[in-house]
């Protein structure tokens, strides 16, 4: 058996970040990841006035419940969509200031408006400064009343998880009625960590789509983050190839909802055993083509694809539209990459349908995407001779990736990936 100790969650730290800097006190974040995107944010709070502290395995954060120290600043949010979409929100939450958010020109194709909608509609003074909800913008702070909300989250549910940590900072609370919601489990997320700093939300109307939270700030707290659900994702997907991998710390009662992925491939036909404190994929030396939802795990939905040709049938994977928007058109990154191995692909507007094949190597088209670097390093498990035009891009959430997936491949007696020396 071979035992991955896998990173911290990306989405876990960065709302811990959020919520320590909102909070009472000094907040300490146990294992927290380390990467583009978390040192982004870790940066753009420091930018703000907060004082964050980072050691190697310990984050600490100093509280700011009135909002950011500094009065004006300039912030870059780099490729990061969570430090793009939380920053601004925290940041407007504050008494008084003038901030400006920018990002890179990747974070700038992506969407931002219902967000931005949301926060004019709360009296926020915002300002798109190029195109209209787009980066970058402009914030002249002045305290949030808070009040009532419609939202719709059909393309990230970012923007609900940001008003959410928004509304005990408000001087009356928050009520969101939500009209569409893609990737619900990020929500439990959001949910379950604003209870662990001090914060409870309610939920009402039909099929529980109204979020009531209250005013009253947040308390400061020593919060340990849970591996990445979507970065072992590769690692269970490896195994269910051919081998076995155990992953510590993502069991029974793991906040993220990709873990669910597992069962995807436990319908596939690979064997998962899953404990209170770990989850192990293991082959059994088939898999079988599947139609599968992923609109509530679509971060995974490349994972899937980069072993689909070596299942037994086809494998269909429905509901992800939302992936075209994400730090690229994933879904169409997928087909276009594996049409190029040789694979027989179709696609719709939210779908793509694999067939089975036998992959031929070619340099992989990342468009600057980690997950596509990732994901079709698992399918270089059986197609030796796979590069990327940009495989350093697994900075953005896992820097050691080719190292530790190749060294993984070694444990599995399989070729170790391109890239593992770039």
């Known amino acids: 058996m071979t035992v991955i100790h896998v990173p911290g969650s990306k989405s876990v730290t960065a709302r811990a970040l959020f919520l320590a800097a909102a909070a009472h006190g000094t907040s300490t974040l146990v294992r927290p990841l380390s990467s583009d995107d978390t040192e982004g944010f870790a940066e753009g709070l420091t930018a703000l006035g907060y004082a964050v502290t980072r050691e190697a395995d310990a984050w600490h954060i100093t509280g700011l419940p009135a909002g950011p120290a500094a009065t004006d600043a300039d912030v870059y949010c780099r490729d990061g969509a969570t430090t793009a979409r939380f920053l601004p929100t925290l940041a407007a939450a504050g008494a008084r200031g003038s901030y400006r958010f920018d990002a890179s020109a990747q974070m700038r194709r992506r969407p931002l408006a219902p967000l931005t909608e949301a926060l004019r509609t709360l009296g926020v003074d915002l300002r798109h400064e190029a195109a209209e909800g787009h980066h970058p913008l402009r914030i002249e702070a002045a305290g949030i009343k808070g009040g009532e909300l419609t939202l719709d989250a059909g393309q990230s549910s970012q923007y609900l998880t940001a008003l959410l ?47 009531t939270v209250p005013p009253g700030g947040y308390r ?175 900075r953005k959430t896992f820097p050691r990736f080719h190292e530790a997936f190749a060294g993984f491949a070694e444990l599995l007696d399989r070729p170790a990936p391109a890239g593992t020396d770039r």
């Not at 494998?315 to 879904?331: A, M, P, Q, W």
């Open 165 to 211: 940590m928004l509304g005990p900072l408000t001087a009356q609370g928050l009520r969101i009625t939500v009209t569409d919601l893609v990737s619900a489990p990020y929500i439990e997320i959001t949910l379950a960590m604003m209870r662990s700093f001090g914060a409870e939300v309610t939920r009402g109307g039909p099929d529980g789509t109204v979020f």
């Open 220 to 394: 400061a707290t020593a919060y340990a983050v849970e591996p990445d659900a979507s970065t072992a994702s590769y690692f269970f997907a490896a195994a269910a190839l051919g081998g076995e991998v155990t992953v510590p710390g993502l069991g029974q009662g793991a906040l993220q909802g990709d873990l669910r992925f597992v069962d995807v491939l436990r319908r596939m036909g690979a064997e998962v055993h899953m404990t209170a404190e770990s989850t192990t994929v293991r082959s059994t030396g088939e898999l079988r083509g599947i139609t599968v939802n992923m609109r509530d795990i679509s971060d995974t939905m490349p994972t899937l694809a980069g072993i689909a040709p070596f299942a037994s049938g086809p494998v269909r994977i429905e509901d992800v539209g939302n992936t075209r928007v994400k730090e690229c058109d994933r879904l169409e990154a997928c087909a276009r990459n594996l049409r190029r191995m040789g694979i027989t692909v179709t696609t719709g507007p939210d779908w793509i349908e694999i067939r089975p094949g036998t992959p031929r190597p070619t340099e992989i088209e990342t468009h600057g995407d980690h997950r596509i670097v990732m994901s079709f390093a698992v399918t270089g498990l059986r197609t030796p001779g796979i590069t990327y035009d940009d495989p350093g891009c697994v």
